[in-house]
């Protein structure tokens, strides 16, 4: 075996090893004062325009190309532009694409060039992607089948929605499990890890609103983006769902409102703000909590009164049981004394006050209106946050 060493710039002593003389393409390895373990060779199987385009040499890449490096070479199941798009690497994504590399070539995994563009540093590869006659509708080949779209909305790169929107890309392109970018930007809208909530998701779900996306569109389960922002509690895009047309009673394939799965998760998402959903839920004509079920609310949002409130002052009168005790630990009765003092004490077999029950009444009437109706009252502007269910701290 003859080897051929060839010092190129950038400090990488290229060794040229000679293949089966079917195959065109050698394949090299490379070092930086070491040898790369012989077991990573074996699992990367990486070509020399893969590893220039990994370590940004473009030198090497130019030299490579130049004698006729197989440029859609794959032995590692992507070829050097999925390379340079996952590095975000530009001007190796121009050469390679001056040489004619596929554009729209599926790696291994399923996903083309543009399926690798996930960082803010990646989007110009992106872009220039698309200049040069990437498909923008074109959905990964694996079990998501999912567009660039998708991706973008899931990474949270707003500029990138907006330039794959302008040129062409499908709004309500849907994945395997029949989800649109609206729904996967705003399940992603909660760092989960973090426990907070990201701006960059919320200002793609409301470019994808304002290209008319549906917001009422199911996935496979029947869960709409409404069902997804009440997951996380996340009552910014709860509120930009509702305002665009969301229904606000809109069942899942387990028989839950968007108002159950707030209830389900209030607890473990410290960052929200959980009255305010159940208020924009209720202002929107979302069905009350089953009454008998009441002690699932206190259970909850026992840390949370103002939740509470809203909800118990939904009902034109509820009666507390033994379970709405047993629901609220010692310590947050201790703490909010004053207001579970005055929940058990209105609801017990007393009426409720007749301005409640006026309140009541205007709710009843205005029903999925009173969002847009209430503010529109000749009403001072205490009352007209009384009949939006504005908690005070104190029920009466």
């Known amino acids: ?46 070509t020399g325009l893969h590893l220039s385009v990994l370590f940004g040499h473009v030198e090497c890449l130019l030299v490579l190309l130049d004698h006729n490096a197989t440029i859609n070479c794959r032995p590692n199941g992507k070829t050097p532009l999925h390379v340079a798009c996952e590095m975000a690497n530009l001007d190796c994504v121009k050469i390679l694409c001056d040489r004619g590399a596929k554009l729209n070539c599926y790696s291994l995994s399923g996903h083309t060039a543009l399926h690798f563009c996930t960082t803010p540093s990646s989007i110009l590869c992106a872009k220039q992607l698309v200049w040069r006659g990437a498909n923008v509708n074109m959905k990964t080949n694996n079990q998501d089948e999912e567009t660039p779209l998708h991706t973008a909305a899931h990474f949270g790169l707003a500029e990138l929605v907006a330039f794959y929107v302008e040129h062409g890309a499908i709004v309500d392109s849907v994945n395997a499990h029949m989800e649109t970018p609206l729904a996967i930007a705003t399940y992603w809208a909660l760092r989960f890890k973090e426990q907070e909530y990201s701006r960059e998701h919320h200002l793609i779900c409301r470019m994808l609103l304002d290209y008319k996306a549906e917001v009422n569109a199911r996935d496979d389960d029947f869960k709409s983006p409404l069902h997804k922002a009440a997951w996380n509690c996340d009552h910014v895009l ?3 769902m509702l305002e665009a047309g969301a229904e606000a009673n809109l069942v899942d394939i387990n028989g839950c409102a968007a108002i159950q799965y707030v209830l389900k998760v209030t607890s473990v998402r410290p960052a929200a703000q959980p009255e305010i959903c159940y208020q924009l839920l209720l202002n929107h004509g979302a069905a009350r909590i089953y009454p008998p079920q009441f002690h699932k609310v206190i259970q909850a949002c026992h840390s949370c009164p103002k939740a509470i409130e809203v909800v118990v002052n939904a009902y034109e009168h509820i009666r507390w049981n033994v379970k709405w005790k047993r629901a609220i630990p010692d310590d947050d009765l201790e703490k909010y004394w004053d207001f579970y003092h005055s929940l058990f004490t209105v609801c017990s077999n007393s009426p409720r006050t007749l301005m409640h029950l006026s309140r009541c009444a205007i709710r009843r009437t205005l029903h999925s209106r009173c969002h847009r109706v209430i503010p529109l009252l000749s009403l001072p502007l205490s009352l007209k946050k009384y009949l939006l269910l504005e908690p005070e701290g104190i029920i009466y």
């Open 1 to 46: 075996m003859s080897w051929g060493p060839n010092l190129l710039p950038g400090a990488i002593e290229l060794l040229q090893i000679p293949i089966a003389p079917q195959q065109k393409l050698s394949y090299f390895f490379f070092h930086f004062c070491y040898w790369l373990p012989s077991y990573k060779l074996k699992s990367s199987w990486a």
């Open 238 to 240: 709860m509120h930009m």
